[in-house]
């Protein structure tokens, strides 16, 4: 199977990512600040041979490039996404065997999100394999990790997925007063700790789905999740009532409580079941994580 790549913007304008198909590093990942990092990844050293690189993230199912301001992602993207795939369906060796073996530095860098009172953490490792949203200390009780978090007296909620932390803060603090902060400690516990948890992975309710619902949940993970979670977020299929027509679905992370959710709902999801869906669709409402 060939190597396909799909170029992801994400909340901050100088990074995109670059998403891979397949697995390219055996669960390892991998920072560069310049060609001479990046010794160990001839895949890397061709990136900065483009003058607009300044930052490449290898990880195992996507490269995130961050670039100088010298040219707009609009006019480069596509010759990376090439690039990429052209490397990869070569057959060269993405990271040197001797590097694979090594453990690399955890990076944290930050992006925005549309909700003002959330900011995304993006780690260039993984950090849990499910999803999980905690709105106080006592729901992360069994989770050292989220609770160390919640010691900040300014952090309202948290949700981890992935790769990445969103973080929703009450107004006392603004953002440029915490956010080396948290990048640091954040950093600094990924590094010497491993994440153990007991809590249960968010699911769909355990119910017998009919056809309907199973059509929207299947609408929602292929063409609103992956949004959703480029802005640092998350959307649950909660319920769908055929005689209403009405569907309703859980927001979490940086969606739950974001002013331009309503918005986003009602011209983004909404209007997608609905002409997916015919007549079987006619409201979507939400519920906050």
Known sequence: ?????????????????????????????????????????????ELFYLPFVKKVYITPSFISIERFNIVEWDDVEDEVK?????????????????????????????????????????????????????????????????????????IKSIYISKNFVSITKYDLKNWDEVTLELRNFIKNYLENNKIDFKTKKVEVKEIQLDDTSKQIIS????????AVSSD?????????????????????????GCPSSTVTLKNGIENMLKEMLSDKVQTVEAING
């Open 82 to 154: 090439k690039l990429i795939e052209n490397y990869l369906n070569s057959d060269q060796e993405v990271i040197t065997k001797e590097a694979k073996e090594k453990s690399n530095p955890i990076s944290i860098y930050t992006e925005s999100t549309p909700n003002p009172s959330v900011l995304k953490f993006v780690s260039n490792k993984l950090i849990v394999e499910d999803s999980f949203e905690f709105n106080n200390i006592d729901e992360a009780q069994e989770m050292e990790f989220a609770k160390k978090l919640f010691e900040f007296p300014y």
């Open 232 to 256: 640092g977020g998350n959307i649950l299929f909660d319920s769908y009532d055929p005689d209403k027509k009405l569907v309703k679905v859980v927001l979490q992370g940086a969606c739950s």
């Open 1 to 45: 199977m060939n190597y396909i790549v799909k170029i992801e913007r994400t909340q901050n304008k100088f990074i995109n990512k670059f998403e891979v198909n397949r697995f390219i590093t055996n669960h390892l990942s991998f920072e560069y600040n310049n060609i001479d990092d990046a010794k160990n990844s001839k895949l890397a050293q």
């Open 219 to 226: 609408i929602l993970d292929e063409y609103i999740k992956p």
